[in-house]
């Protein structure tokens, strides 16, 4: 293919986020490898009594090891943010609560509003296997199989995406094991590719919250007894399973540069592949299987692979795996390869664990951000090559130390693997973005800026003052950035809510001084912008910058968030009435706001009669309730039902 032709069909990822062991974003994660830790622990109780499960030695329903990878807080949800009751989100699935907020946090990164992309053929694509949340409730007995549960299929995952952004494109839940999420993001590009969709979310997401696929691959000899991934070392023994929520937005290449984005990275080129018969088995990998996917990607992207500087390998610490990924990355890779050129070969499971149907993304992750920094962290609990390897032919490094890219004449070459038990192979070919000229030196005289905040609650508001305060101070993320790209990104990339926030200033100074209340400097007519801003006006915000500007990456949303218990399990505190719309109403009220207004509609009435029965132990006549219409009324009912009841 000639250069254009591949440009052509290239993709760009503008956004990503991530819940991952250790790292609530790619900051996080990215220092978490730079320090090369690895941030698996023991598995905490309210997931599963894991000592009463663990043998030492292997036995039959007993687990292999009691540590593994953990995303903290994974009962915390903004239900309020998204329009959800107390009771509705303690019943939602938390992979689905959780991906709601990554994939808001990776739209953010992408400087994509919602309500711009909204009605349009966006598509999602999840990587998913798992239902633990759905398997517990059901297990409780046939009575927990209520209808709330329907939200809870796996099918649900793309589709809350969906129904959320009103996204109309392509929406699936995408299998094949352990390669899932990277499969998504093939099926992503592909999509994209067709003009299937104009933009794509490609996600993975994975919450460990039962202990019976631990239990098979205990049985199964997959489950390294230490709980580390011991990716190409001659001691491995398997791998530790973890939690991961990874989301990345991907565009055309050449729509993004149209439209201004940030291209962290391009996606070349990708294929997927299924070993057929070409082993034993269909649980055994297959040498010629990975060989022929390589290959595929390769040609997919226009790009000889002796070009490739590092793969972020599967590389799950399997024994029976690490050498045939190894050896088939070397046979592949290695052929032309300059021989002071090895190819660089690392595995982020080393460091927080293995993410089953995530697993793949939370590499490619990782590998953007590689090409970001031009440097390549080390691989973690390799000591001895594992002799299976035939280290001396192949032309590859498993790094033990960060080791920087080479610089070359070209955009360093990545490449991601993910290979399922379901002997589906995947392979992602990625290249660091074109370089962005710099930026025109500042003028002499500096222009007053608006600077413009939206939250959709006075906290959350507060809380994201605090956040820009601290971006835009000396050693801050966003002091590297001009007052001007800052400002002009944070009026037109950004969603504008109904608590609203502006100041004024010339300087990075200045706009922190405001923010944390200092007295606004005269901005002029910048300063009457503000004003209409704060009444919450619409706001031409092009004619007020007049010319277009630089988006530059800005402080995410803050989440107000509450523990919202799985399994349905609520506070009886208070009275029947604040009990109801605390469970129960979707967004602030008074006494005279109507039920329907705060989202008690008819299907919830009828389920707050049945709870309510329970509560008061009198019959509730469901007609009466349902004559309520404001909130009002319903504290006055309330209060007759419990004076009843006593």
């Not at 460091?351 to 090409?371: D, F, P, R, S």
């Not at 009435?577 to 008690?600: M, P």
């Not at 509609?601 to 007609?623: F, G, M, N």
């Amino acid at each position: 293919m000639s250069r254009s032709d591949v440009d052509a069909r290239s993709v760009a990822v503008v956004g990503m986020a991530c819940r991952l062991p250790g790292a609530s974003g790619t900051d996080e994660l990215w220092a978490l490898l730079e320090d090369g830790l690895d941030v698996l622990s023991d598995t905490p109780p309210e997931r599963y009594d894991a000592d009463a499960l663990h043998s030492p030695v292997p036995a039959p329903g007993r687990l292999a090891a009691r540590r593994a990878g953990h995303v903290d807080g994974i009962a915390e949800f903004d239900a309020e943010f998204f329009g959800m009751s107390a009771t509705e989100a303690a019943e939602l699935d938390p992979q689905q609560r959780l991906l709601m907020m990554t994939a808001w946090e990776a739209l953010e990164d992408a400087g994509l509003p919602p309500h711009r992309i909204a009605g349009t053929r966006t598509g999602v694509f999840v990587g998913n296997t798992r239902a633990d949340h759905l398997e517990l409730v059901l297990r409780q007995g046939p009575e927990s199989a209520t209808a709330a549960q329907l939200n809870n299929f796996r099918s649900l995952l793309p589709a809350r995406l969906s129904h959320l952004f009103d996204f109309r494109g392509p929406s699936l839940v995408v299998d094949t094991a352990c390669s899932s999420s990277l499969v998504a993001v093939h099926q992503a590009v592909q999509s994209l590719r067709t003009r299937e969709c104009p933009l794509a979310l490609a996600a993975g997401v994975n919450l460990t919250l039962r202990p019976d696929e631990g239990l098979v691959m205990s049985q199964a000899g997959g489950m390294a007894p230490d709980g580390r991934s011991k990716f190409g070392d001659a001691g491995a023994d398997g791998h530790a399973p973890s939690d991961a929520v990874a989301v990345v937005v991907l565009k055309r290449l050449t729509d993004a540069l149209a439209d201004g984005d940030r291209v962290l990275a391009v996606i070349e080129g990708s294929a997927v592949g299924n070993d057929g018969r070409t082993s034993d088995s269909v649980l055994n990998p297959s040498l010629e299987g990975q060989i022929d996917v390589l290959r595929w990607a390769y040609e997919d992207a226009g790009i000889d692979p002796a070009d490739v500087d590092y793969v972020e390998a599967h590389g799950s610490g399997s024994p029976a795996l690490d050498p045939l990924e190894l050896t088939a990355l070397g046979q592949v890779l290695g052929e032309g390869r300059p021989v002071d050129r090895p190819l660089l070969v690392g595995s982020v499971k080393t460091n927080i664990g293995h993410a089953e149907a995530a697993g793949g993304l939370a590499g490619l992750i990782k590998a953007v951000l590689c090409l970001r920094h031009g440097r390549v962290p080390a691989s973690l609990h390799l000591s001895v090559p594992n002799p299976e390897v035939p280290w001396d032919e192949l032309p590859l490094v498993v790094p033990g130390a960060p080791v920087d890219l080479p610089e070359l004449d070209r955009p360093a070459v990545a490449g991601v693997s993910g290979q399922g038990s379901s002997a589906l192979n995947a392979h992602v070919v990625l290249r660091s973005p074109d370089p962005v000229r710099a930026p025109a030196a500042p003028a002499a005289h500096r222009t007053p800026y608006v600077l413009v905040l939206s939250a959709r609650t006075p906290a959350a508001l507060e809380a994201l003052a605090r956040s820009y305060a601290a971006h835009l101070s000396p050693g801050g993320a966003g002091s590297g950035h001009s007052v001007r790209d800052i400002c002009f990104s944070a009026a037109t990339r950004r969603e504008h809510h109904a608590h609203r926030l502006a100041v004024v200033g010339r300087t990075h100074a200045e706009l922190v001084a405001a923010l944390t209340g200092a007295p606004a400097p005269d901005g002029g007519p910048v300063s009457a912008v503000a004003d209409r801003y704060r009444r919450g006006e619409d706001m031409d915000w092009e004619e007020v910058f007049a010319a277009r500007g630089r988006f530059v990456p800005l402080p995410t949303y803050p989440w107000q968030t509450r523990r919202h218990r799985s399994g349905g399990q609520r506070d009886d505190s208070g009275d029947l009435a604040a009990w109801v719309l605390r469970e129960h109403a979707r967004t602030g009220f008074d006494d005279a706001s109507t039920l329907t207004d705060i989202g008690i509609d008819s299907l919830a009435k009828l389920r707050i009669v049945v709870e309510l029965t329970k509560r008061s132990r009198l019959e509730v006549d469901p007609e009466e309730f349902g004559s309520l219409r404001t909130v009002g009324e319903l504290r006055r009912w309330t209060r007759d039902l419990e004076a009843v009841a006593r």
